[in-house]
């Protein structure tokens, strides 16, 4: 079912419930691993999963259609998911690089941490990528987890993250070349 055509059904009273529903099961797997790719923890991404979906009840009949209607749902996702990661900070006085500890501790601990779908199955350089991504302030990783695995366009992100086009590539460069020296100096220090 098209975006257009939920969002009619949605706007059907007698239909309401059915459309949401509908809209959940499209784009839950999706939001899930957009989140989990940030948060790793599986219980703090489903909530999150939980608490973007209840903002999208409640907003949905504000959406206006500027943008395509999976763009203002990954919009909503990311801000719940930048929000969380802020709050963890403050909530716990913890510097940057605490919370960073924390989700690397998560990211070895978790065997079940899945990337793009498919299970990490232990391979030394994806885990060495995840903990490279994890080195990452949040927008950038954020914008390397929506290009290089989600595999979106420029404008699409752009979209979701009210950042320019050019911005976003430069972010996306420099999210790159940390990584590859990160992957370098780990190589050359093992």
């Known amino acids: 079912m098209t975006d257009e055509e939920l969002l009619a059904k949605y706007r059907d009273p007698s239909s309401r419930n059915y459309a949401f529903n509908l809209l959940v099961r499209k784009y839950q797997q999706k939001i899930y691993w957009h989140i989990r790719k940030m948060v790793i923890d599986h219980d703090d991404a489903d909530d999150l999963v939980q608490e973007t979906f209840i903002k999208v009840w409640n907003s949905l009949e504000q959406f206006r259609g500027d943008s395509q209607l999976y763009t203002w749902v990954y919009r909503i996702a990311t801000n719940e998911c930048l929000n969380f990661l802020n709050k963890k900070r403050r909530r716990?006085?913890?510097?940057?690089?605490?919370?960073?500890?924390?989700?690397?501790?998560?990211?070895?601990?978790?065997?079940?941490?899945?990337?793009?779908?498919?299970?990490?199955?232990?391979?030394?350089?994806?885990?060495?990528?995840?903990?490279?991504?994890?080195?990452?302030?949040?927008?950038?990783?954020?914008?390397?987890?929506m290009k290089y695995?989600?595999?979106?366009?420029?404008?699409?992100?752009?979209?979701?993250?009210?950042?320019?086009?050019?911005?976003?590539?430069?972010?996306?460069?420099?999210?790159?070349?940390?990584?590859?020296?990160?992957?370098?100096?780990?190589?050359?220090?093992?």
């Open 92 to 145: 716990f006085f913890l510097p940057i690089g605490d919370v960073e500890g924390e989700l690397m501790e998560k990211l070895e601990t978790n065997a079940d941490y899945v990337t793009s779908g498919n299970e990490l199955s232990g391979e030394e350089i994806q885990l060495k990528l995840q903990k490279a991504l994890l080195k990452l302030p949040d927008k950038q990783r954020l914008v390397f987890n």
């Open 149 to 190: 695995f989600d595999d979106m366009k420029y404008e699409e992100i752009s979209d979701i993250t009210g950042t320019s086009v050019g911005a976003l590539k430069a972010s996306y460069h420099l999210a790159v070349k940390k990584i590859e020296d990160y992957l370098t100096k780990t190589d050359t220090t093992d």
